[in-house]
T-cell receptor
Framework: DVKVTQSSRYLVKRTGEKVFLECVQD?????MFWYRQDPGLGLRLIYF???????EKGDIPEGYSVSREKKERFSLILESASTNQTSMYLC???????????FGPGTRLTVL | DQQVKQNSPSLSVQEGRISILNCDYT??????FLWYKKYPAEGPTFLIS?????DKNEDGRFTVFLNKSAKHLSLHIVPSQPGDSAVYFC???????????FGKGTHLIIQP
C-alpha cells in the first residue's frame, strides 16, 4: 500500500511566522504535489516536483515555496504566514509511469 | 476559469438506490480522469479512473462513464450504502508530470 504521511494533522501559527509542512512517501514515487483545499473551491495545486531538487509552480504558488532535497520528502514553506493561508494542506505522490495520485491525511493549518 | 466543473454541490440518495455524480470539463487536452472520495479531516482516497481512450470503467459498485464529445463524465454507485456518504471530487490531468485539476466536489448523502 502507498503510504503518504504529513508531519502534523493540526497546526496553529501566528501571522508573520515561517511555517514548514513536511510530507514523506514510501513508494519511491518520482512526482510529489502540494494542494490546498478550501470550502467551495475544491483542491488547488500549489507546487509540484517531478524529481529531486526540481520544482514547478502550480495554479496558486504565491506566498509559498517548496524544497525537495530527497526523493521521498517534499516540504511546503510559508515564508511569512498570513490569515488567508488558513486552509487544509494536502500532499500527494505519484509514480512517473501512472496518473493516479495518492494523498496524505492532510494538515489543517490555522493562521491567527 | 474553471476547467473541471461539478455543478451539484450536494446530492441526497436513498440507501440501496443508484447515486449518479456528474462532472464536466472544458480542456480538450485532458486525457485521464479520476474520482476521489473524501471524508472530513482526511485526505482524498482514490476511487476509480478512466483513460480518454475508453468510455467505461467498472470496479465493483463503482462505474465511471466518459463521453468525450460532450466533455462529460459520471460516476455511478450501485447500490448506494451509508458509508458512501462523503464528498466526491472529479479530477483530470493531461498526463506527464502535471498535477490534477479538481472540481469543487459534490457532497453525497445516503439516507437510510
Amino acid at each position: 500500500d502507498v503510504k503518504v504521511t504529513q508531519s502534523s494533522r493540526y497546526l496553529v501559527k501566528r501571522t508573520g511566522e515561517k511555517v514548514f509542512l513536511e510530507c514523506v512517501q514510501d513508494m519511491d514515487h518520482e512526482n510529489m504535489f502540494w494542494y490546498r483545499q478550501d470550502p467551495g473551491l475544491g483542491l488547488r495545486l500549489i507546487y509540484f516536483s517531478y524529481d529531486v531538487k526540481m520544482k514547478e509552480k502550480g495554479d496558486i504558488p504565491e506566498g509559498y515555496s517548496v524544497s525537495r532535497e530527497k526523493k521521498e520528502r517534499f516540504s511546503l514553506i510559508l515564508e511569512s504566514a498570513s490569515t488567508n493561508q488558513t486552509s487544509m494542506y494536502l500532499c500527494a505522490s505519484r509514480s512517473f509511469w501512472a496518473d493516479t495520485q495518492y494523498f496524505g491525511p492532510g494538515t489543517r493549518l490555522t493562521v491567527l | 476559469d474553471q476547467q473541471v466543473k461539478q455543478n451539484s454541490p450536494s446530492l441526497s440518495v436513498q440507501e440501496g438506490r443508484i447515486s449518479i455524480l456528474n462532472c464536466d470539463y472544458t480542456n480538450s487536452m485532458f486525457d485521464y480522469f479520476l474520482w476521489y472520495k473524501k471524508y472530513p479531516a482526511e485526505g482524498p482516497t482514490f476511487l476509480i479512473s478512466i483513460s480518454s481512450i475508453k468510455d467505461k470503467n467498472e470496479d465493483g459498485r463503482f462505474t465511471v462513464f466518459l463521453n468525450k464529445s460532450a466533455k462529460h463524465l459520471s460516476l455511478h454507485i450501485v447500490p448506494s450504502q451509508p458509508g458512501d456518504s462523503a464528498v466526491y471530487f472529479c479530477a483530470a490531468t493531461r498526463g506527464g508530470a502535471d498535477g490534477l485539476t479538481f472540481g469543487k466536489g459534490t457532497h453525497l448523502i445516503i439516507q437510510p
